[in-house]
């Protein structure tokens, strides 16, 4: 019954920009810290950003740090991801996660995914 549904990932040329959302069902959405994680072809599955279930704390990956903002809208039950001034390297499908109270960073430790989305940077 839990669901989580991404959408806004394509294709972008280098330095260009990109919102990635997520909308949750099924779950008390303010309960749950949300995640971001990406993994391109031959690596393995990396933390990009996480916000908590409060309204203070996130944390972001250092290669992504001054690009990406994660939010979220408790109203909405959706957490975002801007993606901006993005790089070849940023090439990955993009997935969410959910975690009930709590927001870590490792892949494992999260209770529920989605579906990932595409997120291609051309150079």
């Known amino acids: 019954q839990v669901q989580l549904v991404e959408s806004g990932g394509g294709l972008v040329q280098a330095g260009g920009s990109l919102r990635l959302s997520c909308a949750a069902s099924?779950?008390?959405?303010?309960?749950?810290?949300m995640g971001w994680f990406r993994q391109a072809p031959g690596k393995e599955r990396e933390f990009v950003a996480a916000?908590?279930?409060?309204?203070?704390?996130?944390n972001y990956a250092d290669s992504v740090k001054g690009r990406f903002t994660i939010s979220r809208d408790n109203a909405k039950n959706t957490v975002y991801l801007q993606m901006n001034s993005l790089k070849p390297e940023d090439t990955a499908v993009y997935y969410c996660?959910?975690?009930?109270?709590?927001?870590?960073?490792?892949?494992?430790?999260?209770?529920?995914w989605g579906q990932g989305t595409q997120v291609t940077v051309s150079s």
């Open positions: 996660a959910a975690k009930l109270y709590g927001a870590p960073i490792l892949a494992a430790s999260y209770d529920y």
């Open positions: 099924g779950l008390t959405f303010s309960n749950y810290g």
């Open positions: 916000v908590v279930w409060t309204v203070g704390r996130t």
